[in-house]
């Protein structure tokens, strides 16, 4: 969500917006960056006072769409927070933003999955931000990604981040020590073997 909330609000920052933003937009792959915002072609440039077409697909438009055409990007974090609730219940209840937050499921491949479950008091608090039906009192991708629930990932991420890397520094210490301990015994076996021919050589064993 971090990732795509970042595109998100890069994209606004630059007066861009999607206007179709849905699980078909995104694309995951396993190289960096891990996950992409695609499908472009209804996006247009935020132009104060202008009126777009409605637009957009079932179950992730934002409701202000179906009442003007006077919209702004706030639209988009609507279709994204759509990404937190079933098809059938957006489906159903898209137009007026009737959104039941005790619904502990996740849509994925559209089927719906027990993935949600125990999610916690704050990140129901983001998702209430991103499907507010007033656009202005919506949050933006900047305010969204700003959210106490991303912070308290972040610093999981970060001990766990700064643990791995302490376990590299142990496992790289380790790789130096045994490495110094082959090098050594190689030596060690270099020249026993050297002292060995020097002897036989001495004895006229060797000529």
């Known amino acids: 969500m971090f990732n795509l909330l970042t595109a998100i609000s890069h994209m606004h920052s630059r007066g ?12 995951i792959q396993s ?25 957009g ?12 055409k006077l919209y702004t990007p706030k639209a988009d974090i609507f279709s994204f927070g759509c990404f937190g609730s079933t098809q059938e219940e957006i489906l159903q209840k898209n137009e007026s933003a009737l959104i ?5 499921y996740c849509i994925i491949s559209q089927r719906r999955k027990q993935l949600c479950r125990n999610v916690s008091s704050s990140g ?20 969204a990604i700003q959210h106490n629930w991303f912070i308290k990932i972040g610093t999981k991420q ?14 790289e210490q ?12 190689y030596i060690r076996f270099h020249l026993v ?8 050589r001495s004895s006229g064993v060797l000529t």
């Not at 861009?16 to 694309?27: P, Q």
């Not at 073997?193 to 036989?200: A, D, G, V």
């Open 193 to 200: 073997y050297q002292l060995k021919i020097e002897q036989k």
């Open 100 to 104: 039941n937050y005790q619904i502990q």
């Open 31 to 55: 190289q960096l960056p891990s996950v992409l915002l695609t499908n472009f072609c209804y996006s247009e440039t935020q132009i104060s006072q202008t009126q777009y077409k409605k637009c």
């Open 16 to 27: 861009v917006f999607h206007r179709d933003i849905k699980l078909d937009s995104i694309l």
């Open 158 to 171: 970060k001990a766990k981040f700064h643990q791995n890397i302490i376990k590299g520094k142990y496992f």
């Open 174 to 185: 380790q790789l130096k020590i045994r490495l110094i301990l082959l090098i050594v015994f």
């Open 124 to 143: 129901i608090n983001l998702l209430k931000g991103l499907l507010i039906s007033d656009p202005d009192q919506r949050s933006s991708a900047q305010q």
């Open 57 to 68: 697909t079932p179950g992730f438009i934002a409701p202000e769409i179906f009442k003007t």
